[in-house]
């Protein structure tokens, strides 16, 4: 019998009746597949939405950076209230949000209304994918959790590369509007989901909702800061901006240290190969997602239409569809980590310049492919690495904050690939490709501990 961390840090046991891995990520599969369409399908009407805004390509990046924002800045705190209200009534809330937020941005007659629309989906969203993560982790073995997480990440690449097809074909039949609203599709997983899930918490852990806002004040500012070179920010709004950003992390680092076991507990933070680990997966996100918003836009410039542009975006699709698999077996037979997150950062960095100095319809879907294969390797390799660098106690919130730093470069790479465009997009993409070149450098240099070193924080039992 092989037992696991609940969400509370308790080691339930795993009899031969629970879930199998396959089940579980298919279920959990089909939940995030429409909240992984959330950013492919926008991307591809952006062109059309900018237009009917009346707004520049540059301001519309900000409907694919506020809802990885808000992905990542409901992580950490996600964690706690699994533990505090339970995964069932968690993953309720988060797809109630999620919902509720997709149909105010797809009815918005402003671009600030979308954007507020689709800030409170992405809060919803990373509701979901933290819940995703804490079934997985609570209800299956080490065997189990491999296969559900490649599962999970086949249907996620998938549905984030056909993602650009579905919203062509929306956008050039019922228009723009339509792809916004795909994501709320996930409520009609939301009852299987929860069949999956454990439904009691405990009431008496404690929510560190001030570390929880000083966290999301500290990334929005650092975004929109990103974003303020193509929005035509005044000067005075970015030192505001600047001096939100560093008041706000001396307040962070201030209340960690009074409040070492709050939403970051430091435990967790200065765990051996836990940063290193988020920022190499910060980066793999931030090259696949500013890929991602730019691609449709430098087709549309090749004068392609939507439905076409999402045709020829389509095979990275498969890259998702093979990566993931490929993924779990390389992890299974424990090859040397840092080597395979090195590779896919060179891989990621070399599809952005090749797609930033050759802009034409072959470079710029293999650069998206290549993209794709890093984005997938985050999703199977890190996340799997990251629960065993850290005690059973403090997964949950080792997966939020881990899940903060991956979402967190889902909103950084737009950011960065927006806030450059108004120069140009090479600019924009060269930009991209030296963050995800940054991650690869950090692999290297650092040697990401593999799952052979965690025997020092999980024994035999907790990291079976």
Same mark, same amino acid.
């Given at each position: 019998?092989?037992?696991?961390?609940?969400?509370?840090?308790?080691?339930?046991?795993?009899?031969?009746?629970?879930?199998?891995?396959?089940?579980?990520?298919?279920?959990?599969?089909? =939940?995030? $597949?429409?909240?992984?369409?959330?950013?492919?399908?926008?991307?591809?009407? !952006?062109?059309?939405?900018?237009?009917?805004?009346?707004?520049?390509?540059?301001?519309?990046?900000?409907? %694919?950076?506020?809802?990885? =924002?808000?992905?990542?800045?409901?992580?950490?705190?996600?964690?706690?209230?699994?533990? #505090?209200?339970?995964?069932? &009534?968690?993953?309720?809330?988060?797809?109630?949000?999620?919902?509720?937020?997709?149909?105010?941005?797809?009815?918005?007659?402003?671009? $600030?209304?979308?954007?507020?629309?689709?800030?409170?989906?992405?809060?919803?969203?990373?509701?979901?994918?933290?819940?995703?993560? @804490?079934?997985?982790?609570? *209800?299956?073995?080490?065997?189990?959790?491999?296969?559900?997480?490649?599962? /999970?990440?086949?249907?996620?690449?998938?549905?984030?590369?056909?993602?650009?097809?579905?919203?062509?074909?929306?956008?050039?039949?019922?228009?723009?509007?339509?792809?916004?609203?795909?994501?709320?599709?996930?409520?009609?997983?939301?009852?299987?989901?929860?069949? =999956?899930?454990?439904?009691?918490?405990?009431?008496?852990?404690?929510?560190?909702?001030?570390?929880?806002?000083?966290?999301?004040? =500290?990334?929005?500012? %650092? !975004?929109?800061?990103?974003?303020?070179?193509? $929005?035509?920010?005044?000067?005075?709004?970015?030192?505001?901006?600047?001096?939100?950003?560093?008041?706000?992390? %001396?307040?962070?680092?201030?209340?960690?240290?009074?409040?070492?076991?709050?939403? %970051?507990?430091?435990? /967790?933070?200065?765990?051996?190969?836990?940063?290193?680990?988020?920022?190499?997966?910060?980066?793999?996100?931030?090259?696949?997602?500013?890929?991602?918003?730019?691609?449709?836009?430098?087709?549309?410039?090749?004068?392609?239409?939507?439905?076409?542009?999402?045709?020829?975006? *389509?095979?990275?699709?498969?890259?998702?569809?093979?990566?993931?698999?490929?993924?779990?077996?390389?992890?299974?037979? #424990?090859?040397?980590?840092?080597?395979? *997150?090195?590779?896919?950062?060179?891989?990621? *960095?070399?599809?952005?310049?090749?797609?930033?100095? &050759?802009?034409?319809?072959?470079? !710029? !879907?293999?650069?998206?492919?290549?993209?794709?294969?890093?984005?997938?390797?985050?999703?199977?390799?890190?996340?799997?690495?990251?629960?065993?660098?850290?005690?059973?106690?403090?997964?949950?919130?080792?997966?939020?904050?881990?899940?903060?730093?991956?979402?967190?470069?889902?909103?950084?790479?737009?950011?960065?690939?927006?806030?450059?465009?108004?120069?140009?997009?090479?600019?924009?993409?060269?930009?991209?490709?030296?963050?995800?070149?940054?991650?690869?450098?950090?692999? @290297?240099?650092?040697?990401?501990?593999?799952?052979?070193?965690?025997?020092?924080?999980?024994?035999?039992?907790?990291?079976?």
């Amino acid at each position: 019998m092989t037992s696991i961390p609940s969400a509370t840090g308790c080691e339930p046991n795993i009899s031969e009746a629970a879930p199998s891995g396959h089940r579980t990520g298919v279920v959990l599969g089909l =939940l995030i $597949a429409p909240v992984s369409v959330a950013i492919g399908a926008p991307s591809v009407a !952006i062109p059309s939405m900018a237009t009917a805004l009346g707004v520049p390509f540059g301001s519309t990046e900000w409907i %694919i950076s506020v809802w990885s =924002l808000g992905s990542a800045a409901a992580m950490p705190l996600g964690g706690r209230v699994i533990q #505090r209200w339970g995964l069932r &009534r968690t993953l309720a809330l988060a797809v109630s949000l999620l919902s509720a937020g997709s149909l105010v941005a797809a009815t918005a007659p402003t671009l $600030a209304l979308v954007v507020a629309g689709r800030f409170l989906g992405g809060v919803g969203a990373g509701g979901v994918v933290i819940c995703i993560y @804490a079934c997985v982790d609570q *209800t299956l073995d080490r065997r189990g959790r491999v296969q559900a997480l490649a599962l /999970v990440a086949v249907f996620q690449t998938t549905a984030s590369s056909l993602g650009s097809l579905i919203g062509g074909v929306l956008t050039a039949s019922l228009g723009w509007r339509v792809p916004l609203a795909v994501p709320a599709l996930a409520i009609a997983m939301l009852l299987p989901a929860c069949r =999956l899930a454990a439904g009691k918490g405990d009431r008496r852990q404690q929510l560190d909702v001030c570390g929880a806002t000083l966290l999301t004040i =500290l990334a929005t500012a %650092i !975004i929109a800061l990103l974003h303020s070179p193509s $929005a035509g920010v005044p000067t005075p709004v970015v030192a505001v901006c600047l001096a939100v950003a560093v008041i706000a992390s %001396i307040a962070l680092a201030f209340h960690v240290r009074r409040h070492p076991r709050g939403m %970051i507990p430091v435990s /967790v933070v200065a765990a051996p190969g836990f940063l290193p680990a988020a920022v190499v997966g910060l980066t793999l996100f931030a090259g696949y997602y500013g890929l991602l918003s730019t691609a449709p836009e430098l087709l549309a410039r090749e004068h392609l239409s939507a439905v076409l542009t999402g045709v020829l975006l *389509t095979p990275a699709a498969l890259c998702g569809v093979l990566t993931g698999p490929v993924l779990a077996a390389v992890w299974h037979r #424990r090859q040397p980590l840092w080597q395979t *997150t090195a590779l896919l950062g060179m891989l990621t *960095t070399v599809g952005a310049l090749v797609t930033a100095w &050759r802009p034409c319809p072959p470079t !710029i !879907i293999g650069g998206v492919a290549m993209a794709t294969i890093g984005f997938a390797a985050a999703q199977v390799i890190l996340v799997g690495h990251v629960r065993d660098l850290v005690a059973a106690a403090d997964r949950p919130a080792a997966a939020g904050l881990f899940n903060f730093m991956l979402y967190g470069g889902g909103s950084v790479g737009p950011a960065v690939a927006g806030g450059l465009s108004a120069a140009s997009l090479s600019a924009a993409l060269s930009a991209v490709a030296a963050v995800t070149f940054a991650g690869t450098a950090i692999s @290297a240099l650092t040697g990401l501990r593999g799952r052979r070193d965690a025997g020092s924080v999980c024994g035999p039992e907790t990291c079976a």
